[in-house]
């Protein structure tokens, strides 16, 4: 029988990570969260770890990997690559020094697996001038690779997570919806699946799983060169927390509410996320290598979405940012576009 990466996992991409609330329960049982110098603005709380080393010089550092999203490895590889750079470049970072692979197998997956892997990796990382440089590989009942990547930034000018303020907009520069999509990928390769979706059209099918992988495989980092040209008061990938879960760290940590009045889905997937059960149409379905949700003033906006357009950023505007303590409302009756 053919070795299918999807088929021996029980999870899939970011959706193996820890529910927000363990983890950070988790952290501070294990002492992580203080006790920080200075010199560290951004620690467990950030999309990635900032280190001032020097004036004017930070270092980025970040970790992601997770369980393969599709049974073509290379593209695996080049998921895995685009979420590892993403949480550099959410922070209006572009330069990545380095990055180091992680990978994990067992020792009956086919070697050729584990070599496109890597190269779809790699090649992902040497098309964004982030050289890949070295990593760590072990044996492992699942497969699993990812990275780490440190980038090199000015820490006067890196935009965090925090920061959000009170008549923001909120724009989205990806469209929600990889989960059902790639349940539909998985589900269509198995008698079984295929009767699950035998009453939805195999074209809406194809539209979704089409979106949901191009979406993985495109880069974020045009987003962080206009980010860099204008000032930008928050930003966060949108990555397995959901967009609901990164929206309320936004939230929290800018001491602000969220409100969502419109969702930009991949098309199909409303019907796909009906059919199988995904919180899509809330706001809590799980995302891998997602776009960015960006917050900024309305003097700003049409500054921002000059840059997007110049690098042909598609974008959306999803939501504003309100008073309040830290809270997100998707509203029942956002409206919903399909793209």
Known sequence: MKYRLTKVVPVHGCSCKLPKYELGLLMEKAGLTQGFSEDVLAGPWENSSVVRVANGIA???????????????????????????????????????????????????????????????????????????????????????????????????????????????????????????????????????????SGVSADLVETAISGAVSGMTESNKSVAE????????????????????????MAMLGKVNIIIDQLAVISGTPVLAELLGYPLLQGEAKETAGGMLIAVTKKDTDDLLNELEKRRVRHWEVGHVAKGDGKVHVLKKAKVIQV
């Open 59 to 197: 270092v980025l550092n970040t970790l992601d990997f997770f369980t393969p999203m599709v049974d073509e490895p290379e593209i695996q590889g080049r998921i895995a690559g685009s979420n590892v750079t993403s949480d550099i470049y959410c922070m209006a970072v572009t330069k990545i020094a380095a990055v180091l692979t992680i990978m994990a197998f067992p020792d009956n997956m086919p070697s050729e697996l584990a070599v496109g892997m890597l190269k779809g990796f790699g090649d992902f990382c040497r098309e964004m001038d982030a050289p890949v440089v070295g990593g760590h590989t072990i044996r492992n009942p699942w497969p699993i690779i990812g990275g780490a990547a440190t980038g090199i930034g000015d820490p006067e000018k890196i935009v965090y997570t925090r920061g959000a303020k009170i008549g923001d907009k909120l724009f989205l520069t990806k469209p929600l919806g990889i989960a059902p999509a790639m349940a539909a990928y998985r589900l269509r390769r198995e008698e079984e699946g295929r009767e699950v979706l």
């Open 226 to 249: 206009a980010m860099q040209q204008v000032l930008v008061h928050a930003a966060t990938d949108i990555t397995g927390f959901g967009l609901k879960g990164h929206a309320e760290n």
